[in-house]
């Protein structure tokens, strides 16, 4: 039974070329058979390019497709979101494929960095920084804009640049407030909030701990950062 397409198959160079069936099976042997030569025309390495040229996107290029790190994702499988695959968010990046790829700017931004795909890739791509790595080009074309995520982050740097430590509480305060998010001003999370100071596991606002010295880093940590990040 032929193995490939016929119209990949190069005729000219087949081992045996007429059809041969034995009790009803074709034995013809195309599959010692050559196939031609595929060249795709509109492919670009824009995407690819600019991912692997990123500390954090630069094992894209390892990638063979098995899909064992969307099979594991948490995102994927867990909380049901089947449009988030980092496999092929990947595949798309390698191929160019910016058209199809604009499409999952609502949801490339879900990961939520469990490195479950990390541990898992049996080509030590390190997934979860390569998605991160790909939304980050996707936000350089303006193809997103601000995200829960992103602005979670945001509000995270600017807390941690502080005094170097971050404080937990003022945090949390001021990301909920921001996203009205109704569900964290309850009693449970009151209550974990203050076992958490009297047991001294976090300090906030004046006792919040500082890293001596911490103001020559702080300068050259808003240097970096305002030179731009790495997506
Ligand atoms: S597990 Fe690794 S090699 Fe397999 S699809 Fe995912 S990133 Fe690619
Ligand atoms: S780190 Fe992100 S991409 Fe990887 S398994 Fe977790 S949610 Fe999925």
């Known amino acids: 039974m032929p193995i490939h397409e016929k119209n990949l198959v190069d005729k000219d160079r087949l081992l045996v070329k007429e059809e041969a069936?034995?009790?009803?099976?074709?034995?013809s042997g195309q599959w010692s058979t050559f196939i031609e030569q595929r060249i795709l025309g509109d492919y670009s390495t824009d995407v690819l390019d600019a991912v692997a040229s990123t500390p954090a996107g630069k094992t894209i290029v390892n990638c063979w497709q098995c899909g064992t790190c969307t099979a594991g994702c948490c995102m994927h499988t867990d909380f049901g979101l089947?449009?988030?695959?980092?496999?092929?968010?990947?595949?798309?990046a390698q191929k160019g494929a910016e058209d199809e790829l604009k499409k999952y700017a609502p949801v490339i931004w879900r990961c939520v960095t469990c490195n479950k795909c990390v541990e898992r890739c049996p080509k030590g791509v390190r997934v979860e920084?390569?998605?991160?790595?790909?939304e980050g080009y996707m936000r350089s074309k303006g193809w997103m804009g601000d995200t829960p995520a992103s602005r979670w982050d945001e509000a995270f740097v600017k807390n941690t640049l502080q005094t170097g430590v971050?404080?937990?509480?003022?945090?949390?305060?001021?990301?909920?407030?921001?996203?009205?998010?109704?569900?964290?001003?309850?009693r449970f999370?009151?209550?974990?909030?203050?076992?958490?100071?009297?047991?001294?596991?976090?300090?906030?606002?004046?006792?919040?701990?500082?890293v001596k010295g911490w103001e020559k880093v702080r300068d050259v940590a808003?240097?970096?950062l305002e030179g731009g990040g790495e997506g």
Do not use: C, Q, W
């Open 21 to 27: 069936k034995l009790d009803g099976l074709d034995v």
């Open 82 to 92: 089947r449009e988030f695959n980092p496999r092929y968010f990947i595949y798309l």
């Open 129 to 134: 920084e390569v998605v991160h790595s790909i």
């Open 166 to 186: 971050l404080d937990e509480l003022a945090l949390t305060r001021s990301y909920v407030s921001r996203e009205k998010l109704a569900e964290f001003n309850n």
């Open 189 to 210: 999370m009151l209550r974990m909030a203050l076992k958490l100071v009297r047991t001294g596991r976090i300090r906030t606002g004046p006792l919040r701990h500082r």
């Open 222 to 224: 808003k240097e970096i």
